[in-house]
Every structure is written in structure tokens, then in C-alpha cells.
């Protein structure tokens, strides 16, 4: 399975985690994400990608940091089901 880290999907969009052709992990703290500009910003960057055809799972600093078994029991489901290594929709050049 490939991870990128800090992978440029979109000329203004970067993630923190790729994880095969189209799954992408954001982990927001409050510390960076709780401003309502920030907030309106990700949302922005969510349905771009969505629109072409990433998957955006967004973690916060609790689920990894103090809920971990929780938290990765339900990303390894994920895993189980392959859906990270669904093709990319092609877009009509244009």
C-alpha cells in the first residue's frame, strides 16, 4: 500500500496523507482548524477533491492521540474494503 505524506493533489490543494490512488487522511487540530475561516477553507478543499474523486477523511488530535485503537480499528475496516485503490475518474481535458 503507498502513503504519501504532504502530497500535492491540486495546485492549491496539499494533504497530509494519501493513501493509495485516492483516500485522503486530514488530521486538524484546533489549533489550526478551529478558525471559521480555516473551517470554510478545508470545506473548500474537501469538496475538490470529492469532486474529483478522492475520498477525504478528516481525524482530529483526539481521535489520533487519545482514541487511536478506536480510531484505527474503523480506518483498517476501511482498508479491508480496498476502496483507497478505486481508480481516479478520468476529466475531459478542457
Excluded: K
Amino acid at each position: 500500500m503507498r502513503v504519501r505524506s504532504q502530497a500535492q493533489l491540486l495546485p492549491d490543494v496539499r494533504v497530509d496523507l494519501l493513501i493509495g490512488t485516492n483516500w485522503v487522511i486530514e488530521c486538524d487540530s484546533r489549533r489550526f482548524h478551529d478558525d471559521p475561516a480555516q473551517y470554510r477553507e478545508d470545506r473548500r478543499r474537501d469538496l475538490a477533491l470529492s469532486s474529483r474523486g478522492y475520498r477525504v477523511t478528516r481525524l482530529t488530535w483526539e481521535q489520533v492521540f487519545l482514541e487511536w485503537p478506536r480510531t484505527s480499528a474503523m480506518l483498517l475496516e476501511m482498508l479491508r474494503r480496498r476502496d483507497h485503490r478505486r481508480l481516479l475518474p478520468v476529466r475531459a481535458a478542457g
